[in-house]
């Protein structure tokens, strides 16, 4: 009592000029008990993290429904990668599930900054129980980036910027929409941005003028003769199914329908994930059935229209024929080969459950956003990528797009020409509030965490 009394007079001394009190320096707080006291952080941190950062596993309790708060919850997963609470944080999304590993995104390698990566709800574990399906939409799940952003902002109280490629470019837009003032700036990678969902010219322009035309003929063969050898192909297709346990009920509905369903794939995951320089893997017209086949299931791979393969993207199938659209091509190669009309869609890919309408006014209306209210955006496309037939169009309120000559769906800001690199470099280090580095983007030392980057496994439709 008498050292608290003491104290106390002290104190009012002080006030008065009367005494002076030595400064004290306020106890320093461990990151880990900081995230531990945020309500609704489940917190894991690695014992063994990278080399320079500390590694947490979170979860975070999510409303499944955000026009009801206080009603049922989920536990959304995230990982984070600690640099220091001083540097920026990169909020960045897969758009699918949480990557299994620690990795840097390319933002987050040239900011020097802290990484969160998000999986999306609805992907499993991250999903309701019960699933009410209309609970997933672009609204809820910026949303939950919201609830993040505002969970950990008061940790990490620097600069913030949101990234993702494909799909994870396209929540980071929506993220954006909904709640601009979340983040200082947006760095979304090959991005598609389907405004019309009937209007999918753009895609049979693109595989009518990419690459040389002896590679379009080349790969236009090897659908034609994959349907005109449908039998024989089909015989080791199903000896693949029997080895492997695939079923084909529950989504597809037969092996028929998966097997022309990976036909029609082939050549847009040819050129989402090769190059010109892979045009002389392609197959002559005289190949043998084993070399189409294996050619094929390379590119396109078998086991992704069986219901075990495709199951698990139910979720983005469901966004795509609910929202975001998806592409539709003519085919015209292949008139009188092909077995199902209208068949090349999101909705062939649900179970039959879950198949739905298509609503085109959250895509208008993303779009009106993004060409003339949108600021700090930057957009990266690969100029031999299908999905960047359609792109978004930013405004001029500092923000831009680039695109990287000959690159696929792996685009990115180090494949730019040097002087869009640089450009788009000092742009996302001025959002980011940090100086230049010393070295090009293209020259930073590469670690065991940049090489761990997610990339989309499979093109779902």
Known sequence: MRGRLVALVAGVLAVFGLVSVPAVAAPTVDVADRLRAVPGLTVVESPTPPAGYRFFLVAITQPVDHRAPRGATFEQRFQLLHRDTARPMVLHTTGYNMPATAFRSEPTRLVDGNQISVEQRFFSPSRPSPADWDDLNIWQAATDHHRIVAALEPIYSAKWISTGASKGGMTSVYHRRFYPSDVDGVVAYVAPNDRLNDLDSAYDRFFDTVGTPECRAKLDDVQREALLRR???????????????????QVLGSIDKAYEMTVLDTVWAFWQ?????????VPARTAT????????????????????????YSPYYYQAATQLGWPSLRFEHLRGLTHYRDFYQANSNLPPSLRSRHNPLPMLDVDAWVRTRASEMLFVYGANDPWGAEPFFPSRRD??????PGA???????????????????????????SAPTARVAELPVSALDLAEPRMERRPL
């Open 408 to 434: 696929n769906h792996g685009a990115n800001i180090a494949a730019l020409s040097p002087a869009d690199r640089d450009a788009s470099t000092a742009t996302l280090l001025r959002w980011a509030g940090v």
């Open 231 to 249: 039998p024989e192909m089909l015989a080791r297709y199903q000896a693949a199914a029997d080895a492997g346990g695939w079923t084909f009920d």
């Open 273 to 281: 994930y090769s190059t010109v320089a892979d045009c002389a893997s």
């Open 399 to 404: 923000s831009y797009s680039y695109t990287a």
């Open 289 to 312: 059935t084993d070399e189409l086949y294996a050619f094929i299931d390379g590119v396109a791979g078998f086991s992704f229209y069986t219901d075990q393969g495709v199951t698990p």
